[in-house]
């Protein structure tokens, strides 16, 4: 027979074993990107987050020739977060915001453009679409705006309404925050992260379906899309 004081040092080993059991699953399981799952159970998108400047060569690159190329192939397994800010700099003074651009005030009111235009077309295809095309030649920011938008018959005074408010501002200032959140900092422009990470930038800036499709598992879908 076994001791009513064994079988609760048996009870509390079980409770003690479960609860170790307990921690270590939830410790190495995989945590979901909430703002990348899609309702009904449905595929997990992977998400794109690219931060960028308009007048960056190196951007410019990045959106032309990897990013839309990669998500008019990639689209139903990809998010594109598009963030307009890179290593600008948010000055407040007397509850008035300005920026300080890298490439100068030029490029802050060609990102504020971007950052509007982000916001506004929901469309995913057409928002990239209309930063590509904005990129190809930002030194003149509301004409570039205005070209691309009407490229795809999109009002562009909703954009243009948008720059003009505090809402263009108050956009560009929230990437702003966002981007210098990112830890490591960033070093370099554009910066990408997948699923929230910055590993593998090289590879990522030369080969972005390649990453997305490492990510993105091994579901029938995405076997289709990645083995082109």
């Not at 990107?33 to 007048?55: D, I, N, R």
């Not at 990897?66 to 998500?71: A, D, H, K, M, V």
Request: with cysteine; aromatic share 8%.
């Amino acid at each position: 027979m076994i001791s009513i004081r064994n079988r609760i040092h048996i009870r509390l080993f079980v409770v003690f074993a479960l609860v170790c059991l307990f921690i270590v699953l939830l410790w190495y399981s995989p945590v979901p990107v909430l703002s990348s799952q899609l309702h009904g159970g449905a595929l997990m998108k992977v998400v794109v987050t690219v931060y960028y400047e308009a007048l960056c060569p190196d951007s410019k690159y990045f959106l032309t020739k990897q990013l839309l190329p990669t998500f008019k192939i990639a689209k139903s397994i990809m998010e594109v977060k598009l963030a307009p800010y890179g290593k600008a700099k948010t000055k407040e003074h007397n509850g008035k915001i300005t920026f300080d651009c890298q490439h100068g005030p030029i490029e802050c009111q060609a990102n504020i453009y971007h950052a509007c235009a982000a916001e506004i077309i929901e469309d995913p295809l057409l928002r990239l679409e209309v930063a590509a095309c904005m990129i190809m030649d930002n030194h003149l920011p509301q004409e570039a705006m205005k070209k691309c938008t009407n490229q795809i018959n999109f009002d562009d005074s909703v954009i243009q309404n948008c720059f003009e408010s505090n809402r263009g501002v108050d956009l560009l200032k929230e990437i702003g925050e966002s981007t210098n959140s990112l830890k490591p900092p960033i070093t370099f422009i554009p910066t990408i992260t997948i699923d929230g990470s910055q590993g593998r930038q090289e590879s990522i800036l030369k080969d972005l379906l390649s990453e997305v499709c490492k990510a993105a598992g091994d579901s029938g879908e995405v076997k289709d899309i990645c083995k082109i």
